[in-house]
């Protein structure tokens, strides 16, 4: 594939978005969940499968194991961007990038500067309480551990504000980046299986013919990209980017 080509249309782009997931994050060294490195392999020999312990009625019945789980291979505390999310806000900054949409819930994109970012399965930075609903910071749940963190106000358990497994994803982000995808002029995806759905999905709202899909691993969604490069993203989103 000609990376000039696919430069010169993400340097054309005056909406496009990007759509991504936990491969985006991988070279800041938090695993994803599918590649051979991650964690659906590397969790596996645990008393429950990762599905099980990151859905709602796992945290309702066994907030302590969804605590130690959720600890341990979810909250990257020290993580950094790295050179895809730093791409990425450049381009916004550039004003050719409307928004990313993620189903990442680590922040990356915003610390890397990103401005508008969907993000489709919540974050870790956000975290509420199940009784009275006050809301409290990442900070806070990585203090109280290693069990369940308490609410400071009611003592009521706290949850992190992601979306579990057989939990909906909040209505005005799935809007929002419907619109924002069904807008876009050229739509880069990467750094995603496209495998867990509704997320996934978004993706057919898109109607152009300028789908870039930049991922490892071959995706159900391949025939639908005109350009597909199978390497690490972030080489390549910074050298589709980076000035003459
Ligand atoms: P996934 O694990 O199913 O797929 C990741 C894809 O990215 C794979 O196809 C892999 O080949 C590709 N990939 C990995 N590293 C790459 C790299 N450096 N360059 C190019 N391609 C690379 O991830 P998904 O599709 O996002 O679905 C997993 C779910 O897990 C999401 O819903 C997400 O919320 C959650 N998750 C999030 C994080 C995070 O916030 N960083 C981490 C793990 C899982």
Redesign the pocket.
Known sequence: MNIAEIRNIVQAARKAVFFG???V???SR??????AS??YRTAQGTAYPPEVMLSRPFFDTHPEEFYAFYRAKMLHPGAKPNDAHQALAKLEREGRLAAVVT????GLHQAAGSSRVLEL?GSVHRNFCTSCGRSHDLAYVLESGPGVPACTACGGTVKPDVVLYGENLDPGVLEAAVQAIAEADVLIV???????NP?ASLIRHYSGNRLIL????A?PYDDRAQYIVRD???GVLRLLTEGE
Do not use: K, M, W, Y
């Open positions: 997931g936990a491969g994050s991988t070279e938090i695993p994803d969940f599918r590649s991650g964690l189903q990442n819930i680590d399965h990467g750094g995603t299986s496209l495998t867990v997320a930049l991922n490892r691993e995706t690490s993203i972030g």
